[in-house]
């Protein structure tokens, strides 16, 4: 449980990974993929089921039940198949039937199956004997062709197809036998002419600058060919997921008016050997037949990863199928025009042999939009939107620090079906905040419970987050507090980060005593301490140990950097990379990570201490209202300091 969410702005990376949290469905296309294997249950199934059922729809009856209902003359006729009888009596009347739950009763019973004895697909000699007597219509029927195959041979045959099937993949399926393939990667391949416009991606101007030339290039070949000038044939885009980068690509195909075919990495990642390379190369075909033509692969780095560097499965259908990709971008002639566009947001895991020249040898970087960028972004997706009086867009701009375009877009979403659920026929600015709350906490958790010496603890706890930011000059500003338990967190403080590249120590250290004011709080007004604040801690951790590991702050590592690689770390990587430093190092590392700490904590200590009445006005002012603004505590501060501390410089907002 975490008694708060304090998303103030730690560093970039951390940021990016609380959004990247809260956003999951952001991390790319879902993949619906039809599996051989499912083909290969599906026809097992179907085997089963056939093989199961002696006679559709008809009742079983058993073999001395038969017998009777033959000795009473009721039987008009037989037709024996496969070991099993089909057989018609003279008129409907009540059998015996066997049924999974025993032998029951049936009435107006015409047609039944009986089961013969024994494994002899013939009838014995009496039972021939007597139908001969009493004349009966019998028929006997050779297991037909049909049924032969099917019931003996049919899994022989799944057998050698499969055989078959592994045997291709390991040739790593040359062309012609590799149906399978083959017809998927059509289907993948969306070859398509797309009305999307430069003017659709909001932003990204410098981008759009240097890709302007790709357009151009599509569009009148023969300009660059006649002058002998070699246009790239593969540009990586490259940024953090919802940016905008499939929305690019499109934009250059619409633009040039040239088809698009777009496939996703992750779909060439198949189960078997040799299928994704299969894909690749018909995919590109495709592409050349249709030239000049986009050919957009997303999430590059599923399969360009360095090569060597995964561990276990997967791994040669990977190389395979990046050196496919490989071989087909060097194929390409240099009046071919198909001009590969791939997508990835880890470029420093990729294979290098992904980024030499004559590959994907340009780069564009595809960033998190800024202030003036999100509100452009706003704007396109608020274009067919009918919006009430008071609507703020740069307001909203404001409060979406770190959003990428696919979060705004979402924004933008949330805030019409608000709108729509209390049937307004605008959207409102109240519709963009609830939007928000629930955007980026999760919805409102009503179920909880929570008793009044909890309500109380969270209160205060979050009361130390807010005071000590407000006390502090120069924290981010608070926007508001929250009691109301949503999602996985029981209480919040919300803030307005200033968007800044660079962090100061002293802007680092400040953001520690925010984050340990919640904990800090606890000690001092309830005398004792929670788990709540178990996020607080993994925090401000994270950010001590960044500030000792990589940013030289450290006592004992002044200006110097233990770690050379930032950044989450690849399973595979991480594992084949030596630890790098002694256990005398680590010693160190935690001695500095721990003074940091200690002297944060000691500080927010300090601040909740001096600012008693204050913790106490705003705990209230939470416990009554359960939501207050950040005005509320810089009002219940001031009423304490005085002049006595600096105020943060106040960004405006309305
Ligand atoms: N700059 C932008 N302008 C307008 N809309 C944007 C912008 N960036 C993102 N969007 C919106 O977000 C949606 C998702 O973006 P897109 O799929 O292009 O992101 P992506 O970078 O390819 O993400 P991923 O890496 O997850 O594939 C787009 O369809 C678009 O509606
Ligand atoms: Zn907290």
Do not use: C
């Amino acid at each position: 449980m975490t008694l708060s969410l304090v998303h103030s702005s730690y560093s970039a990376f951390v940021r990016s990974q609380v959004f990247f949290r809260l956003f999951p469905a952001f991390g790319g296309p879902l993949l619906k993929r039809l599996n051989p294997w499912i083909i290969v249950l599906l026809v097992l199934g179907l085997y089963l089921m056939l093989s199961n059922i002696p006679g559709s729809g008809r009742y079983t009856v058993n073999y001395n039940e038969f017998k009777d209902l033959l000795g009473q003359g009721q039987v008009e006729r037989v037709v024996v198949a496969e070991g099993n009888a089909q057989v018609t009596l003279k008129a409907p009347r009540t059998v015996t039937v066997s049924t999974a739950q025993g032998d029951v009763e049936r009435e107006n019973v015409r047609d039944v199956v009986v089961r013969l004895p024994g494994s002899a697909a013939t009838p014995d000699q009496s039972l021939l004997t007597e139908l001969e007597r009493q004349n009966v219509n019998f028929k006997f029927n050779a297991p037909s062709q049909w049924g032969a195959i099917l019931f003996n041979f049919l899994p022989i045959l799944l057998l050698i197809g499969m055989m078959y099937f592994f045997f291709m993949r390991a040739q790593g399926g040359q062309s012609g036998v590799m149906q399978f393939g083959q017809s998927r990667a059509k289907k993948y391949g969306k070859e398509n002419r797309v009305p999307t416009k430069f003017t659709d991606v909001a932003g990204h101007e410098e981008a759009k600058r240097e890709l302007v030339e790709v357009v151009d290039f599509l569009k009148n070949p023969a300009k660059y060919h006649q002058i002998g000038a070699e246009i790239p044939k593969g540009v990586l885009l490259v940024g953090p997921p919802g940016t905008g980068k499939t929305l690019l690509a499109r934009a250059i195909a619409g633009e040039a008016d040239v088809p698009f075919f777009s496939v996703s990495a992750s779909e060439f990642m198949e189960m078997f050997v040799g299928v994704g390379a299969s894909r690749v190369r018909t995919l590109f075909e495709d592409a050349r037949k249709s030239a000049p033509a986009i050919m957009f692969i997303d999430e590059i780095d599923s399969i360009g990863r360095k090569r060597g560097a995964g561990i276990g499965g997967g791994h040669d259908e990977r190389e395979q199928t990046l050196n496919q990709i490989l071989s087909e971008m060097d194929g390409f002639d240099k009046t071919s025009s198909v001009i590969v566009l791939g997508a990835t947001n880890r470029p420093d895991v990729l294979d290098p042999a992904l980024l030499r020249p004559g590959r994907f040898d340009r780069q564009v970087t595809i960033d998190l939009p800024n202030l003036k960028e999100r509100e452009a972004i706003l704007k396109v997706h608020l274009r067919n939107k009918p919006l009430g009086e008071g609507v703020d867009v740069p307001e909203i701009a404001k409060s979406t620090p770190y959003f990428s375009g696919a979060d705004l877009k979402n924004v933008t979403n949330e805030a019409a079906l608000e709108a729509a659920r209390l049937s307004k026929t605008k959207i409102d600015m109240s519709d963009f905040y609830r939007a928000l709350d629930k955007i980026t906490l999760g919805l409102e958790n009503g179920s909880l419970t929570i008793s009044d010496q909890e309500k109380k603890a969270i209160a205060y706890h979050e009361a130390g987050h807010a005071v000590t930011a407000a006390v502090i000059p120069g924290s981010d500003k608070l926007q508001k507090v929250s009691i109301i338990p949503r999602g996985r967190a029981l209480g919040a403080a919300f803030y307005l980060p200033e968007e800044q590249v660079l962090m100061s120590k002293e802007r680092l250290e400040n953001q520690l005593v925010v984050a340990l004011g919640g904990r800090a709080a606890e000690e001092v007004f309830m005398g004792n301490v929670t788990s709540g604040a178990a996020d607080d801690f993994r925090k401000a951790t994270n950010i001590a140990r960044k500030m000792v590991l990589e940013w030289g702050m450290g006592e004992n590592f002044k200006n110097m950097a233990l770690t050379t690689d930032s950044g989450p770390v690849f399973l595979g990587e991480d594992m084949a990379k030596p630890k790098m430093f002694s256990e005398h190092t680590s010693q160190l590392v935690d001695e500095d990570v721990k003074r940091i700490l200690n002297h944060a904590y000691d500080r927010a200590l300090t601040i909740v201490t001096e600012y008693k009445q204050a913790m106490h006005d705003v705990a209230e002012a939470l416990l009554s209202q359960e939501l207050i603004t950040g005005d509320v505590v810089r009002e219940a501060v001031a009423r304490v300091g005085g002049a006595a501390q600096p105020q943060p410089a106040p960004t405006p907002t309305t």
